[in-house]
């Protein structure tokens, strides 16, 4: 169950990543589930395995995800200001 809910995970990043036109993708799809892996768990485990719930719930949690994800799933961005911002509004700094 486990083994298949990783490769589940990999498929809905690699198909979000490649549906995206990402640049992420360029770095390599086993990179991206790295980065995603632990937020899928925490975030969206109740989706497992629907991949196109997955890739939804990482993208309403923008603002939750680590700085790797985030990076994955939102290439465009802005790269770190565009993290910090959301963990700003998160922890409820101004």
């Known amino acids: 169950m486990y083994r ?3 490769q589940l995970i990999g498929v809905a ?3 979000f990543t490649i549906g995206g036109g990402g640049a992420a993708f360029a770095q ?4 991206q589930q790295n980065a995603c892996r632990p937020d899928v768990f925490r975030l969206c485990g109740s989706y497992i395995p629907d991949v196109g719930e997955i890739v939804t719930c990482l993208k309403g949690n ?3 995800l680590s700085e790797p994800c985030h990076e994955v799933m939102f290439p465009d961005h802005g790269g770190h200001e565009t993290y910090r ?4 509004l998160r922890s409820g700094e101004q």
Do not use: D, I
């Open 62 to 64: 923008e603002a939750r």
């Open 85 to 88: 911002r959301a963990t700003q």
């Open 4 to 6: 298949n809910s990783l």
């Open 28 to 31: 390599g799809s086993m990179q």
């Open 13 to 15: 990043l690699v198909a």
